[in-house]
């Protein structure tokens, strides 16, 4: 056995145990594959640092004359070839500053003049959009409840503005007043009925909306930002309104995360404006990310949360200080579009603002604190690994094929179970933002939860409702409604952190003396425990465990709450939650729809092998689906029918030319095919040689070259800082192998169990 087919013995036998294993297969590799042309086999070479080459470099590449003869054509949803992109983006700004005269003055001073237009008006339009939904879902969740006597189209907030804390707004009527029914079971009756039958309603009309016009529009959106980076302009209408409708009905579900996706989609419905903006994709994504750090900022009321989070979450600005420069910009106009409309008429863009509080913490409460840390990070994997049970079980059931009535269905049961609940029953905004604050005389009791005698009552009822809401959060996310889980995880953490504050306090009020409470006043009179900052706690804990993020978390949780003083015990609650979450399971809640869904992403983390190098992972010659150099076009057009793949290695005698992308080839064969017979004509990738030969050398792209004895460390950091789609190995020229961005991703994704069961049947990413 030659060297060469030991290699090829070794390369087969280690990816037939590791797609056994992990149940994916790499869509490049084929078990029969037709060759069209003669592919050599080269032999392995010695191991050699000099061996190592990258070839050709990214200068040279990026000035390679027949790059940029066609642009590729990318569908929705697909990743981008970046590093041609971002050539191109360089030629056209080089050729434009290169002009004479006047227009060389003008043109690129209009082509800013053009991004600050689409920077700015995303931030204005997204802040408007935002605080015009919440008066929307105000006034839809008030409806299911009572309507104001003043107008029908007044919300709850609107109608009672004026009246002073712990007044009765009289203006506020329910179904029973309004109806003038007297009898309590009448009225109960006609609440219940209303309660339920508006909020199925409500979700039913979701759900068609979703299904009917705009499949995209259902989930968060944020997995696919997170992957894709891109909107759709009919998705923008469809996931506003739908997330109004869902959002109202009941749902355990937030509006936070679709927002968005909601601002991405209003961006890419300005850049449609300008034909600039059409050519290159890396000039959309770039600017896609400035407006998703828009809708972040307004869905919490949190400018600098949100060019955070788009910097550790979405890995949005790529380390571009350009491109968080203009999301800061976008972030700060949302924010001051969002505080002109003012939705909750508080003139503050702090949504759950912590009152009463302490100045100083004590040192006794980070014990109770680093329990309710510990309870996040367990609940919040726990609430993942339910979400995606739920969702491998609703792919493999009926339920896939019934989507409008699982939702309808879900919806009632909510409503039902939620008005047997009084802290259920309440919008989670409304749930959130009672929890949050303390007991005041002057502010009415939120049902019972100050009356210290009832403390055993209020801990079941707030344990009860957090139980509950992991259940509906966990079955609710993933239903084709627009959906977001950062409102029900923060509901839920504030729940048990409600309920540990009132234990603590109860604790002390039946031993003020103790040596545990020395901190304290021995007069069990004297306010020392602040149970609103625990539901600040468990909601900070609870949403590091099931999003696993860090810095931008404490920094949004300490804008939506005001809370500043206490920014150093909130950071202690999310590390600890992070760790405990991260030896329960590696992946956040959206790294797992990623991977459920496969999308071509890959985590901002550093890879380590184990010894392994590139052959042990890439899809060996003999496996691939490779073009001659020179073929006729008949036979090439029999390959894009056969194969489904991005592109092709093209090859010389067995030596490696470049690599033609399937679109690319498509656009360029069906004028020539079209109707003209020219099935036998032949093509030339190396350029044409007379009239009659179809020159087919402006569709070769340079392939990104390296020896196969490379660490798969390397390669994978390559895909990932480099945004590469795929790399060719080679040896003295000789094609030996290929590796796709959809194999490094099956590969840092190998230890999910349930990768890909909710994939779209799509071509691969090679």
Not at 21 to 44: N, Y
Not at 190 to 197: C, D, G, P, R, V
């Amino acid at each position: 056995m030659s060297p060469s087919d030991s290699a090829s013995s070794r390369d087969n036998t280690w990816r037939e145990n590791w797609e056994s294993a992990s149940g994916f297969s790499s869509p490049t590799r084929l078990h029969s594959p037709p060759h069209i042309g003669r592919i050599s086999k080269p032999g392995r070479s010695s191991y050699s640092a000099e061996q190592y080459e990258l070839s050709p470099n990214l200068e040279e590449w990026s000035r390679s004359a027949h790059r940029h003869r066609l642009r590729p054509h990318y569908r929705e949803g697909d990743t981008i070839d970046w590093w041609h992109e971002d050539a191109s983006e360089r030629e056209r700004w080089k050729s434009m500053v290169s002009q004479h005269g006047l227009r060389g003055l003008l043109s690129p001073l209009m082509d800013v003049t053009k991004l600050w237009f689409i920077i700015i008006f995303t931030g204005i339009c997204v802040g408007l959009a935002g605080g015009w939904l919440d008066i929307l879902v105000m006034w839809l969740s008030g409806l299911r409840e009572g309507r104001c006597a003043r107008g029908f189209l007044w919300n709850q907030i609107e109608c009672c503005a004026g009246v002073e804390p712990g007044e009765v707004c009289h203006d506020w009527q329910s179904w029973g007043e309004y109806f003038g029914i007297s009898s309590i079971l009448g009225q109960s009756l006609l609440h219940s009925f209303a309660y339920i039958s508006l909020s199925t309603a409500f979700a039913a009309s979701a759900a068609v909306l979703v299904i009917s016009y705009a499949p995209y529009a259902f989930h968060t959106g944020i997995p696919e930002i997170k992957a894709i980076l891109g909107g759709y302009p009919w998705t923008l209408l469809i996931k506003a309104l739908g997330l109004a409708l869902s959002v109202s009905s009941g749902l355990s579900l937030g509006k936070e995360g679709p927002l968005v996706h909601v601002s991405c989609c209003m961006s890419f419905l300005f850049m449609k404006l300008f034909s600039t903006f059409h050519g290159n994709e890396v000039r959309k994504r770039k600017i896609l990310a400035a407006a998703a750090v828009a809708g972040v900022s307004v869905a919490f009321g949190s400018p600098l949360g949100g060019v955070l989070f788009g910097l550790e979450e979405l890995d949005a600005f790529g380390g571009d200080f350009d491109v968080m420069w203009r999301g800061f910009v976008t972030s700060v106009i949302a924010a001051v579009a969002l505080q002109y409309v003012d939705p909750f008429k508080t003139s503050k863009l702090v949504l759950f603002q912590v009152t009463n509080g302490s100045e100083t913490w004590l040192a006794f409460e980070l014990i109770p604190w680093l329990c309710l840390s510990v309870i996040g990070g367990v609940l919040g994997s726990l609430l993942i690994k339910l979400n995606i049970a739920a969702a491998v079980y609703r792919r493999n059931s009926i339920l896939h094929e019934l989507p409008i009535i699982e939702i309808t269905g879900a919806a009632a049961v909510t409503a039902a179970v939620s008005y047997l609940v009084v802290f259920l029953r309440v919008p989670s905004s409304d749930l959130v933002a009672n929890l949050f604050q303390e007991c005041d005389p002057q502010r009415i009791d939120f049902h019972g939860l100050c009356n210290p005698t009832a403390m055993w009552e209020n801990v079941f009822l707030l344990v009860l409702t957090g139980v509950v809401k992991i259940g509906f959060t966990a079955w609710t996310f993933g239903m084709m409604v627009p959906a977001g889980i950062f409102l029900p995880t923060i509901a839920i953490g504030a729940t048990f952190g409600r309920a540990v504050g009132l234990l603590t306090q109860g604790l002390y009020r039946a031993y003020p003396k103790a040596w545990f409470f020395s901190a304290c006043s021995p007069d069990p009179t004297v306010r020392c425990i602040y149970p609103g900052f625990y539901a600040v706690i468990g909601a900070s804990s609870m949403l590091a465990g099931v999003t696993r993020m860090t810095v931008s978390l404490v920094v949004i949780v300490f804008e939506l709450t005001g809370a500043l003083s206490h920014v150093l015990p909130i950071m202690i609650s999310v590390m600890i939650s992070k760790w405990v979450a991260d030896a329960l399971g590696p992946d956040g809640i959206y790294a797992s729809w990623i991977a459920l869904r496969r999308y071509p992403w890959l985590a901002p983390f550093e890879f380590r092998d184990n010894g392994e190098i590139a052959a042990d992972a890439m899809t060996h010659v003999s496996n691939l689906v490779v073009l001659n150099e020179v073929s006729s076009l008949g036979e090439l057009k029999r390959v894009l029918n056969t194969w489904e793949y991005h592109g092709f290695p093209v090859v010389r005698n067995g030596t490696l030319l470049g690599y033609v992308a399937r679109e690319k080839l498509k656009s360029f064969l069906e004028p020539l095919l079209d109707g003209s017979g020219g099935e036998t004509r032949i093509g030339h990738f190396s350029g044409a040689q007379d009239g009659e030969t179809a020159d087919l050398s402006p569709l070769l792209e340079d392939a990104m070259q390296l020896r196969k004895e490379v660490p798969l460390e390397l390669v994978v950091n390559m895909f990932r800082k480099l945004n590469l789609r795929h790399i060719m190995f080679s040896q003295a020229g000789a094609l030996t192998g290929m590796i796709t961005k959809t194999d490094i991703v099956a590969l840092s994704t190998a230890h999910f169990e349930h990768r890909g069961v909710l994939a779209v049947e799509r071509t691969s990413t090679g």
